[in-house]
């Protein structure tokens, strides 16, 4: 699972296992075994099946774990909860992703994506896109959201990694996560002595008495590493592969095109390639295949939004392909929570990056890019570009 990866060529190696063992055993970097899922409708049930629970197995993910269980997971870590606790903290935290909430916070986004624009243009060509607008927007975005510092943002970015590096051993990954909690329980309690209008502090405000600050403090790290690392990996893939297809690209400038052709993005490229792992709580039957109590099971989000009985040329990218629900933001009670706030961003930026700078294109050769390692979020590691 550490090898590099290049998240457009995944085709041949899903058709196969879809096609001849859509429900395998596959051996973990730490010896663990999984089911591995890649068909959708497979994926669907798993992940809408109250006798799977979500675990935190990020130690069976990485190699040299000697210990093979799952971890206790952090408190406030909506991910890893299950009802009613899960129902509960979603309830506290759902009407910051409103569609009217995103509503009103539209301009904010406008201004940042503007904002950086404006840099990128100051600079000139050719910039890093990943460094210069890709990992900023989104980071400056949940900042701006939650009610963090992005001064903080350099200290965020080095401790978020414990979240979705596999190659990092276990004790390195822990470290980070308890400076994260010290760095987020310091910044809670700042917001129950001074209240702030935004997400961290209207929860402090409004639920403060019912959660502890543990909550809080795992409430406010999980969101801050969630709600960049994926729009970030997500926006630098989305213009490589725009770039590769400029036919498409240029449709782009249709404002009645943008909703569609982010959707294709999301799923042609579904950057959260997994789900985090399942454990069945009793025997379960998943397509034909007995799934024993205790034993995990990985669903491909990547391999299900290529599943040919759903799309038709489902290797083929397609903006203008009718348009079919698909798993880039998972399934089921554990669907991103931000998912409203991804695609605002991800329709903002791409027609105000096409408008500014008409003529954007590749600075270096495509073979001579580099894909990040196999984490838990596909990405380009550089993307130079110029115009
Ligand atoms: C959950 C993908 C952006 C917050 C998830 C899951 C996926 C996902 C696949 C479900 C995982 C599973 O069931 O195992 C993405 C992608 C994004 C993105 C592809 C960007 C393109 C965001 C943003 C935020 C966010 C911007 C926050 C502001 C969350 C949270 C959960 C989650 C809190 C857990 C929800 C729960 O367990 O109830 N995301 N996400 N995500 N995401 Fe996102």
């Known amino acids: 699972m550490a090898e590099v990866f290049c998240p457009f060529d995944v085709g041949e190696e899903f058709r196969w296992l879809r096609e001849h063992a859509p429900v395998s055993r596959i051996d973990l970097p730490s010896g663990a075994q999984a089911w591995f899922v890649t068909r959708q409708a497979d994926a669907r049930q798993v992940l809408t099946d109250g006798r799977f629970r979500s675990v935190d197995a990020a130690r069976l993910m990485r190699p040299g774990t000697t210990d093979a269980g799952v971890a206790e997971p952090g408190p406030g870590v909506l991910l890893f909860m299950d009802p009613p606790e899960h129902t509960r903290l979603r309830r506290m935290l759902a009407g910051n992703f409103t569609v009217r909430r995103m509503d009103q916070f539209r301009p904010v986004v406008e201004s940042i994506v503007t904002a950086q624009l404006d840099e990128m243009a100051r600079r000139g060509g050719p910039v890093d896109f990943v460094r210069e607008f890709a990992l900023p927007v989104p980071s400056l975005v949940i900042c701006e959201l939650l009610g963090v510092p992005y001064a903080?943002?350099?200290?965020?970015?080095?401790?978020?990694?414990?979240?979705?590096?596999?190659?990092?051993?276990?004790?390195?990954?822990a470290a980070l996560w308890a400076e994260s909690t010290e760095y987020m329980a310091r910044l809670v309690a700042d917001k129950r002595a001074h209240p702030t209008d935004d997400l961290l502090g209207r929860l402090v405000a409004e639920h403060g008495h019912e959660l502890s600050d543990a909550e809080l403090s795992g409430i406010g790290i999980f969101l801050l590493g969630?709600?960049?690392?994926?729009?970030?990996?997500?926006?630098?893939?989305?213009?490589?592969?725009l770039l590769r297809h400029p036919d498409q690209l240029a449709r782009l400038r249709d404002a009645a095109v943008v909703d569609r052709a982010v959707e294709?993005?999301?799923?042609?490229l579904t950057v959260v390639n997994n789900a985090a792992m399942r454990q069945a709580r009793e025997d379960v039957e998943i397509g034909g295949q007995l799934v024993g109590a205790g034993e995990f099971v990985l669903v491909s989000l990547g391999s299900s939004n290529r599943d040919d009985?759903?799309?038709?040329?489902?290797?083929?990218?397609?903006?203008?392909?009718?348009?079919?629900?698909?798993?880039?933001?998972?399934?089921?009670?554990?669907?991103?929570?931000?998912?409203?706030?991804?695609?605002?961003?991800?329709?903002?930026?791409?027609?105000?990056?096409?408008?500014?700078?008409?003529?954007?294109?590749?600075?270096?050769?495509?073979?001579?890019?580099?894909?990040?390692?196999r984490t838990l979020v596909h990405g380009v590691r550089k993307l130079p570009v110029t115009w």
């Open 309 to 373: 009985a759903v799309y038709d040329r489902s290797d083929e990218f397609d903006i203008d392909r009718s348009p079919a629900p698909h798993l880039a933001f998972g399934h089921g009670v554990h669907h991103c929570l931000g998912a409203p706030l991804a695609r605002l961003e991800l329709q903002v930026a791409y027609p105000a990056l096409l408008a500014r700078f008409p003529d954007l294109r590749l600075a270096v050769p495509f073979e001579d890019l580099e894909y990040l390692p």
């Open 264 to 268: 294709e993005l999301l799923r042609y």
């Open 226 to 241: 969630a709600g960049y690392e994926t729009t970030a990996n997500m926006l630098a893939l989305g213009l490589l592969l």
């Open 152 to 173: 903080d943002r350099a200290e965020f970015r080095r401790r978020t990694a414990a979240q979705v590096d596999l190659a990092m051993s276990e004790e390195r990954a």
